[in-house]
Structures are given as structure tokens and as C-alpha cells.
């Protein structure tokens, strides 16, 4: 990495660049957000045809995104897993900037962002969006009471008895709170399929199979945040942030949940459009790959870059060595979760409602392309996860168990011997 | 089923002596609502007893918070739109109405024409006000229970509550929702006073709106003892203006009003019935359709 080869001054220099070129991004934003917060959301492109856009797909991506928080916290607290330790904590405070980007961009998208808090006071316990809302919030607080140790510990805070005396109280009831975290998650995180999978009315979205196939998505793709930011600290640090065998375990699993992702996609796309004909589903189809890149995006995008090829590098031993195939590969999750978001929430809308008693096609399709201020917004959103997060590996004590000096990391081939074991530590905290 | 076929049976009874005749039975308390009431009061005097002197201001509360034994035992209200496609010419005179009468735009119409064609290509109109769903997806979808029923089937908003998500748009199989994108501010009303003048406050930049068969009107007229659907000040704009009269409003309850009658008497078709979402609107199908 050319970085390591910098000298110190250089590197704080390159360090502090982008720092500013981060906040420069959340300016950017800022400003979009204020125009959008003053203007209405007239300024957008979305309109009462496809009244959702960017910024829902911002919402349901980063959401999956964070699911890394639930699931690694699961293995270690559930399961009884403790060696993922050494990444759950980064997994914790990816899903805190996670969760507080969708809701970031939920503030932005709902029409009264200063009624975000209606849902906490007026239930309407049959709606799949109240629970997603009220799961949301409680399982953010999880999220916040997972990450307090670890503020406590890596700041001065721990200097006070009181402080310490709470880390330690949270650090006992973790398996609670990590028990309720994953069930919180397990329900919203395929809630969030269900908001499109429960709209009769709109056949392509109209389907058993969305809730499952979030939640199986969310769980192959958080985790492969996860990693590969923690790839990125390991090479731009030098240092091992996790132990291999940790890390090879994490990629192994989120292998095997693409394949699980892929085995459900294929069959819920084999019973809907080739064992079985329902003619209004076919009839979206035909509009959505003739007139969007929906097939294309959908099969290369998602399926094979999405899902197969990592699940190939993932899960082949002699693949997954090379650090920057694994980097790929859990870049590819990740693309590959968010064009399935993409392709989801705006393919319902594309093919339009078809409620005319006649035989005329009275309704045109519904275009959609998001406006530069929703782009500045979104922009900005990955502004502050990203300077978080750059904070976060600064500040915050996220790899309790990262080599200590720089070691040497190559690039591309990481050497095939089996990893020399650190030594022993205590997991069991 | 057996309600199903009663409720058949009502409808299509062929003289109003039988409706009134079942009209006559329905005022009497029937066994099921005579066992509940004997139950409630029941429970009443067991916890007065129990409780002990001054109510308990919980019991208190409990009892002042349920609902009134019913004063008209005569029946529930559940108001319902015809349109006469056969009629119907494309006039967008009720498009223009309700436009001026809700103060809604252009581009936010809460009751829109559509042209459409038989499969022998003849062309026919169809209007779409919202449709009062009894099973209505953006009810069900609602996080907030911004938009709820009334008791009278009325499918309606509040303003005040409604976050401006858009679930509910995405939901409707109708696309009989709109949003206010935008703070319309003291802009004029571009179908006014043509076509009416608006007898509803502007609604806020950021919540969703629709259709609500003008129940500023209905309650009105109700109040001061019109009917609506008989009584055009209690009947919605875009049902008074028709020059064909292709558009019939009332009470579906009511055997006597001229909704009821026109449904027991004469095929009509709901949008979309597939969906389950059981419309109070109802078409009368033009020549040609089945």
C-alpha cells in the first residue's frame, strides 16, 4: 500500500485532507437539505406516480447495511461465538451509522419531519411501517446501549467509577440486549420487504417471498460492510484490525448467506414467471425490460455480481486469501444490495396501476431519475457515515484485538500459510 | 353466507312492502344484542358492588367512555357513489367542480377522468373519485392511522396527524391519493368561481390528500336535517354538477334511497374487485362492457 510507505507527517496530512473533503461532502448536503427542508419536497423529481425514490432506497440500503450489528453480535452473545469479538464491535458502530443514515434520510424524505415522531403516539398496530418505525427506534437504542462500553472505554470517561460501573453493568446484560437486538432486527429487516410485498395492487412487488429475501440480503450484505471497511483500516493502517481466522469466518458466512439469498431469488423468480403465468405480472415484466435496464441490472446486478461471484470468492479457500479479492467481493455484496433496493422500490412504481375497466392501456409508464438536490442529500448522508465511521476507527476502541504494530499486509497475496495464532487471549471478557 | 344471502335478499327484494317489513324486525333488539346488553349491565352492577360506594373514577371513566345504547335503532349509515358509464360523456365537469369545491390543483385532482374503450373499440369515460375502500390498502398501511374509516364507510384524512410518508399513495390501488409537493400559499384557485368556490381550508405543505366525497357538506347537511344524495347541499359537488346525471350519491343502508335501489336493480361493476378492496363506488357498466 503506498500509503505505508508515507511518513508520518505526510500521512496526517493525507488524513486531515480528507477529513475536510468529508465534511466538504456533509456541506453539500447540508445545503440540499435546507433547500429541501424550506422549498417542500416539490424540489425533487419524485411526484404522485412514484412518490418514493433515492432517498427510500437510501433508507432500506443503509438499514441492510447495519444488519452486520445484529448478526455478529448474535454469534458472539447468542451463539456463544466469542472469537467474532474482535468485529463485532465495528459491526455495532457500523449499524449505529447504519440506522442513523435511514433515518437521516427518512427526516429528509417524509413530508413533516417535525411529526417523525407521530408513529411513537398514534399506532396503527396493522401497519408493516408503524412496526418497522417503533422496531427501528428500539433497536437504534440497542445499538446505542451496545456502543456505550465501548465509548466508555476507549474515552477519559473511564476515568470515572460511575462511567466504568455502567460499562460494566451493559457488558453483563449484553446477552440480553444482543438476544433482543436480533429479534427487534430479525422482524424489521423483513418488514422491510414486506412493505413492498404486502401491496396487492402492484404485481411486481405483490410477493410471499420479499420479506425473506431482505432479511437474507441484509445478512449476507452488513456483514461484508463490515468487512470490508475493517480491510480498508487494515491496509491504510498496516495493521491486522482482526484475526484471520475471525475474519475468514465472517466471509465464510456471509458466502453461504448469498447463497441462501440465491437460492430463494431463483426460486421465487422460477415459481412466479416460469412454473406459473399470471398475466398481469408477465405484462410488468415485458414493460419493465423494455423500457428500464431492470433485466439487465437484475440479473447481472444483482444475481451474478450481487450474489454468485462473491459467494464464489467467499466460499473458494484459495480465493478468499487475496485480501483484494475479498475486498471485491464485499464491494459486489454491497453494490449488488443496493441495485436490488434500487430495483425493488422503483420497479413497482415504473409499471403503472392498471385499475380501468376497459381493454385500453390508458396508463403510461412512470419515469423516474433522482434530482440533483436529492443526489447533494445523498451525497451528504455518505458524507457523515463515512467521516463517522473515519472518527470511529480513530477514536473509539473498535478492534480490541488488532495487532499492535504495523505488520506487513501485501496487497494482493496474503502468504498461504495457516495463520500463525495470536496468543491465546481471553475472549470471555 | 347466510348474512350474504339476507343482504342479497335485501337488495334485490322486488317491493318496498318487504323492505319495510325488514326494516320493521331490525328496529326490534335482536336476541345477540339483548344477551350483550344483559351482560354489560351485569358487569356494571358487579363492579359497582365490588367497588363500593363513590365509583371508582376508573370505573367511572370506563363507563363514560362507552359508546351510547343506540337512540335510531334504525340503521348504520354507509354512503356510496353510482357512475353511470353509459351516461357518462367526458364532460370533466365534475373533474372542474371539485377542483373549485376542495381547492385542489391540476395536478393533485382528487377525482380524475380517464378515457377507455370496450373490446369492440368503443370509447367510454370513466371517472374516478377516491372510492372508500371498506377494505382500504392506505388504511391498512397508515403508520400513523392518518387515514381511518368513518362509522359511515367514509375513508377520510387527518391532517394533523398524517406524517407525510406516502406509504399510503404507494398502497392505493387507485392512485386516488395526492401530495401536497408544495406550500400553495394564497395562489388562486384556477377552477374558481367558475366552477365553484372552495368550502374547504387549503391543506399544508407535506401531507397526503384525496377525496372525502364532501363530508364537509354531508355533516352539514346532516346536521341542519337534509339528505345527503337527495338534498343537494348535503351532496357532493361533482354529483350536483353532472349534466347527465351519470352521478347518484346516498345511503346503500337505506333501501329507499336511490343508490340502494339502483344496485338491487341494475348490474354494476366495481374497479378492480379482484383486489379485494371492496369499493363503495359502484359503475354501471356502457353498452358493450361486461
Aim: proline share 6%; glycine share 8%; aromatic share 10%.
Amino acid at each position: 500500500m503506498s500509503t505505508l510507505s508515507l511518513k508520518p507527517s505526510q500521512r496526517t496530512a493525507l488524513s486531515r485532507l480528507w477529513i475536510i473533503f468529508l465534511i466538504a461532502l456533509m456541506g453539500v448536503g447540508l445545503v440540499a437539505g435546507i433547500h429541501v427542508l424550506t422549498n417542500g419536497l416539490g424540489v425533487t423529481n419524485l411526484n404522485n406516480h412514484t412518490p418514493w425514490g433515492l432517498w427510500i432506497i437510501i433508507d432500506i440500503s443503509s438499514i441492510a447495511l447495519g444488519a452486520g450489528a445484529f448478526t455478529l453480535s448474535a454469534a458472539v452473545y447468542v451463539f456463544g461465538l466469542k472469537q467474532y469479538a474482535a468485529i463485532a464491535r465495528a459491526a455495532v458502530f457500523v449499524g449505529i451509522l447504519g440506522y442513523s443514515s435511514a433515518m437521516l434520510a427518512l427526516l429528509m424524505d417524509i413530508g413533516r419531519p417535525d411529526r417523525f415522531y407521530h408513529p411513537l403516539i398514534y399506532w396503527n398496530v396493522h401497519s408493516v411501517l408503524w412496526e418497522i418505525t417503533v422496531a427501528v427506534v428500539f433497536y437504534t437504542s440497542v445499538l446505542v446501549l451496545e456502543l456505550l462500553p465501548i465509548i466508555i472505554e476507549s474515552t477519559p470517561l473511564k476515568r470515572y467509577r460511575l462511567a466504568r460501573g455502567i460499562g460494566h453493568l451493559l457488558h453483563r446484560v449484553m446477552p440480553i440486549v444482543a438476544l433482543v437486538g436480533m429479534g427487534i432486527s430479525m422482524i424489521h429487516q423483513s418488514s422491510l420487504g414486506a412493505t413492498y410485498g404486502i401491496l396487492t395492487a402492484r404485481p411486481v412487488w405483490y410477493s410471499p417471498s420479499a420479506p425473506v429475501l431482505f432479511i437474507l440480503s441484509a445478512v449476507a450484505a452488513g456483514p461484508a460492510l463490515t468487512v470490508f471497511l475493517t480491510l480498508v483500516v487494515s491496509q491504510l493502517s498496516g495493521r491486522q484490525m482482526v484475526p484471520r481466522d475471525v475474519l475468514y469466518g465472517v466471509i465464510k458466512f456471509i458466502g453461504f448467506a448469498c447463497l441462501a439469498y440465491l437460492y430463494l431469488k431463483l426460486w421465487s423468480w422460477a415459481a412466479s414467471f416460469y412454473y406459473s403465468r399470471v398475466p398481469e405480472r408477465d405484462l410488468s415484466l415485458e414493460l419493465l425490460t423494455t423500457n428500464t435496464p431492470y433485466g439487465f441490472t437484475f440479473w447481472w446486478g444483482e444475481v451474478f455480481f450481487g450474489a454468485l461471484v462473491p459467494a464464489v470468492i467467499f466460499l473458494w479457500s484459495r480465493l478468499r486469501r487475496h485480501t483484494s479479492l475479498v475486498m471485491i467481493g464485499a464491494a459486489l455484496v454491497i453494490l449488488g444490495l443496493v441495485m436490488n433496493r434500487w430495483n425493488v422500490t422503483l420497479s413497482g412504481f415504473v409499471v403503472p396501476l392498471d385499475w380501468s375497466p376497459g381493454v385500453r392501456e390508458v396508463f403510461s409508464i412512470n419515469t423516474y431519475a433522482p434530482a440533483l438536490v436529492e443526489w447533494a442529500v445523498a451525497v451528504g448522508i455518505i458524507g457523515y457515515a463515512t467521516l463517522a465511521f473515519t472518527l470511529g476507527v480513530r477514536y473509539l476502541k473498535l478492534y480490541p484485538y488488532a495487532s499492535e504494530q504495523a505488520e506487513s499486509v501485501s496487497q494482493d497475496k496474503v502468504e498461504p500459510k495457516i495463520q500463525v495464532p495470536s496468543p491465546v487471549r481471553d475472549y470471555g471478557g | 353466507m347466510t348474512e350474504n344471502n339476507q343482504e342479497i335478499q335485501e337488495q334485490t327484494a322486488p317491493s318496498e312492502k318487504a323492505n319495510t317489513a325488514k326494516k320493521a324486525r331490525t328496529n326490534l333488539v335482536s336476541r345477540r344484542e339483548f344477551v350483550t346488553m344483559l351482560i354489560g349491565s351485569g358487569m356494571t352492577m358487579v363492579l359497582a358492588a365490588t367497588l363500593a360506594e363513590p365509583l371508582n373514577p376508573i370505573v367511572q371513566s370506563v363507563l363514560a367512555a362507552r359508546p351510547p345504547l343506540p337512540t335510531d335503532p334504525s340503521h348504520k349509515r354507509h354512503w356510496v357513489m353510482v357512475i353511470d358509464l353509459s351516461k357518462c360523456i367526458g364532460c370533466d365537469y365534475c373533474v372542474y367542480a371539485c377542483e373549485a369545491t376542495n381547492d385542489t390543483t391540476d395536478d393533485m385532482r382528487w377525482n380524475i377522468r380517464i378515457d377507455d374503450e370496450t373490446e369492440t373499440g368503443e370509447v367510454f369515460h370513466v371517472t374516478r373519485p377516491c372510492l372508500h375502500c371498506r377494505n382500504a390498502p392506505c388504511v391498512e398501511v397508515c403508520p400513523v392511522g392518518a387515514t381511518y374509516h368513518r362509522d359511515d364507510g367514509l375513508v377520510v384524512m387527518d391532517y394533523d396527524k398524517c406524517i407525510g410518508c406516502r406509504y399510503c399513495e404507494a398502497a392505493c390501488p387507485y392512485g386516488a391519493r395526492s401530495f401536497n409537493w408544495k406550500d400553495r400559499g394564497d395562489t388562486p384557485n384556477t377552477r374558481a368561481p367558475e366552477w365553484g368556490r372552495p368550502e374547504v381550508p387549503r391543506r399544508q405543505r407535506g401531507v397526503v390528500e384525496k377525496c372525502t366525497f364532501c363530508i364537509h357538506r354531508i355533516d352539514a347537511g346532516l346536521a341542519k336535517g337534509l339528505m345527503p344524495g337527495a338534498d343537494p347541499e348535503a351532496t357532493p359537488a361533482c354529483v350536483n354538477i353532472c349534466p347527465v346525471r351519470a352521478r347518484f350519491f346516498g345511503d346503500i343502508n337505506n333501501p329507499n334511497s336511490e343508490v340502494a335501489r339502483i344496485i338491487a336493480t341494475t348490474p354494476t361493476l366495481r374497479l378492480r374487485e379482484d383486489l379485494g378492496t371492496d369499493p363503495s363506488v359502484y359503475y354501471i357498466p356502457p353498452r358493450g362492457l361486461a
